[in-house]
């Protein structure tokens, strides 16, 4: 279980995460989505999380042991991946060496100096398994800054997915794709999460996304936890409708 | 025996790790055999000196080594003529101070002293990137410029000589040479240290290590969030591209049998280094190694030519970022303009028909456009 206890973090004076204490995985493979309107810390919160910031006040738990002065690289040893909002994978690369690359450190043989990259037949056979799930095989050999935004978007999170985390962390995963290629991406996020039973923690602002998927949902307005619940929720507070769509039943 | 694997379509040949496609063994083959021709030719011409060309193969290792870190992590270093210098001062205190003789256990303290520094600077010039780390490198090889100019004990701007025992001579294989089988046997040594340290880069460029500051080099947040700790990484990159600066700078006391600060540690010597690597290609393996060449041998025609060679120097520098930024090896290589043009003329002649009438095209085009911007000036009207 990944465990956020009273959280703090502000910049000069903004607060961005306001006495957060939430928790994830109780469950393992449960889907918990973000939601919030702009600047309500989503991101912030998920920086602190995956060691990208550290907090000023509170403390981050992973099955029992404080995290909090974890490094960002030791973090993902410990299980916990993440993606970035916009997609950073490594652009002179084809998405077969992406995955490679993430492959062997996943598996402690980057500090092989002698052996052929691909040469590792745990690594090739995991890296094929990806290509597949992620549906990459038409591009597999393309250098990732020449594919379309869809394909970017899923190598980006089939990355993440090649950590073998027990905690994902997805930062906008559909911010910018098509409405067609929305379905495609979330719905592989979704396939390939359940099956190997990892937590998932998504921001998203598409609603009918989180109704359709969500098995949690955690709202942040202005750095605090508005509320945590089922995504019927979504339909029910109307004060949480009036913050993520700007219009109330008034209007 | 080489084992035969298939590249891209053409059939490869792997042998020790290493896969070359028959073109390949061809230039492989005669860049070695050249490699040991060069003391034959050289006698053939004035300007073609043995000493200026194991001079360049020696500066041009220097920078295959560099070139790992400029090659993949994408770092700069402005001062790698400190590990060049750091090899070069430990041979020659070695060879003062403590009356080593054996060439071997020269060159092994090279790398040592090489190693040693390299890790320090190491630590202390990659808590940055980009502009900073380079200045840093920068200001440590100065640094090292200052030392050895300012200690009497290192010879001051005068240097050291290499000159041990009683033969005046680091011995090869235990005995002395004459001054004239000296330069050539210590030539072929570098020959064979080249090959070594080359077929070890090339092992290294293909390895998951490789693949570690290639991504470190392309996208570094997201490198720490794959879970590499990368100044770890980048640190080991640096190191071992200081102990081939190492080894180069051991090899050139010992050929040259006399070090100064500024033949061996002044900045500008680092700039030539970077250079190198540009101007053979930093995208290529032995790219490096002839920019060295070709720099030297530059550097010492316009000697004889110009009082202001270094103008000559800078004129190549501009020919290539404008004309070449692949750098000659990159150049030349296969999928280059040149080469796919005219692969497309021997796979397909007609292609000749489609050019003309291309080239005919975008002369119509340019023409009409010339004229409307003549009706628009003339007349103002479109």
């Known amino acids: 279980m990944l465990e956020a206890r009273n959280l703090r973090k502000s910049f000069g004076e903004l607060v961005a995460t306001d006495d957060i204490t939430l928790e994830f995985g109780k469950e393992a493979g449960e889907l918990v989505f973000i939601v919030g309107p702009n600047g309500a810390g989503k991101t912030t919160f998920i920086n602190l999380l995956t060691g990208f910031l550290s907090p000023d006040e509170g403390s981050i738990v992973l099955d029992g042991d404080d995290i909090t002065g974890m490094s960002a690289n030791g973090r993902v040893d410990a299980g916990i991946a993440r993606s970035f909002q916009v997609v950073k994978v490594f652009e002179e690369m084809t998405v077969r060496e992406n995955l490679r690359t993430v492959v062997l450190t996943e598996q402690g043989k980057t500090w092989s100096l002698f052996s052929m990259a691909d040469g590792h037949e745990e690594v090739e056979t995991k890296v094929e398994e990806l290509v597949e799930k992620f549906r990459l095989e038409d591009t597999a050999d393309t250098v990732a800054e020449e594919l379309p935004h869809g394909d970017r978007k899923l190598l980006d999170v089939a990355m993440s997915f090649g950590l073998d985390p027990d905690y994902l962390l997805l930062d906008e995963p559909t911010s910018g794709v098509s409405t067609r290629e929305k379905e495609y991406v979330i719905e592989t996020i979704v396939e390939v999460g359940r099956a190997e039973g990892v937590t998932t923690v998504t921001i998203e602002h598409d609603m009918d996304i989180v109704t359709e998927y969500a098995d949690r949902v955690v709202a942040l307005h202005q750095g605090a936890v508005h509320g945590v619940g089922p995504p019927t929720m979504l339909e029910t507070d109307d004060e949480l409708r009036r913050l993520l769509l700007g219009v109330g039943d008034d209007e | ?382």
Request: proline share 4%; aromatic share 12%.
């Open chain 2, 1 to 382: 025996m080489p084992e035969r694997v298939d590249r891209d379509g053409t059939p490869a040949y792997r042998f020790l790790g290493v896969e070359v496609t028959r073109r390949e063994t061809v230039f492989l083959v005669l860049g070695v055999v050249f490699l040991f021709v060069i003391p034959d030719i050289a006698g053939l011409s004035d300007s073609l000196q043995l000493s200026v060309i194991h001079q360049g193969l020696l500066f041009g290792f220097a920078a295959v080594g560099l070139n790992l870190l400029l090659r993949h992590t994408k770092l700069t270093s402005f001062g790698h003529a400190a590990f060049f210098g750091t090899g070069a001062y430990a041979t020659a205190v070695l060879a003062r101070y403590a009356g080593i003789q054996s060439v071997g256990l020269l060159l092994l303290g090279a790398i040592a002293a090489a190693t040693v520094m390299a890790a320090i600077i190491g630590v202390l010039s990659l808590r940055h990137t980009g502009l900073y780390f380079a200045l840093l490198t920068l200001a440590f090889g100065q640094l090292l410029y200052a030392i050895a100019l300012g200690q009497s004990a290192l010879g001051g701007s005068d240097g050291l000589p290499i000159r041990p025992g009683p033969a005046n001579q680091p011995l090869l294989f235990g005995t002395a040479f004459s001054p004239d089988v000296y330069q050539v046997l210590t030539y072929y040594l570098t020959v064979v240290v080249i090959l070594i340290g080359l077929f070890v880069m090339y092992r290294i460029t293909q390895s998951p290590f490789r693949n570690a500051l290639d991504a470190i080099g392309q996208e570094r947040t997201r490198a720490r969030f794959i879970g590499l700790p990368i100044r770890r990484y980048v640190w080991a990159a640096f190191v071992i591209s200081g102990i081939y600066g190492g080894v180069a700078g051991g090899l050139y006391a010992v050929v040259r049998q006399y070090v100064r600060p500024e033949g061996t540690l002044f900045f500008l010597r680092s700039g030539d280094i970077l250079f190198m690597a540009i101007l053979g290609g930093f995208r290529t393996l032995v790219g490096p190694l002839i920019g060295g060449v070709v720099l030297i041998f530059l550097q010492d025609v316009g000697q004889d030519i110009t009082q202001y060679y270094e103008f000559l120097t800078g004129v190549v520098l501009l020919i290539l970022v404008y004309g070449f930024p692949r750098g000659i090896v990159g150049s030349l290589r296969s999928g280059g303009i040149v080469n796919a043009r005219l692969s497309d003329l021997r796979r397909e002649p007609s292609v000749l028909s489609t050019w003309g009438r291309s080239a005919v095209q975008s002369i119509e085009r340019k023409v009409t456009e010339a004229l409307t911007s003549l009706r628009i000036i003339l007349f103002g009207v479109d």
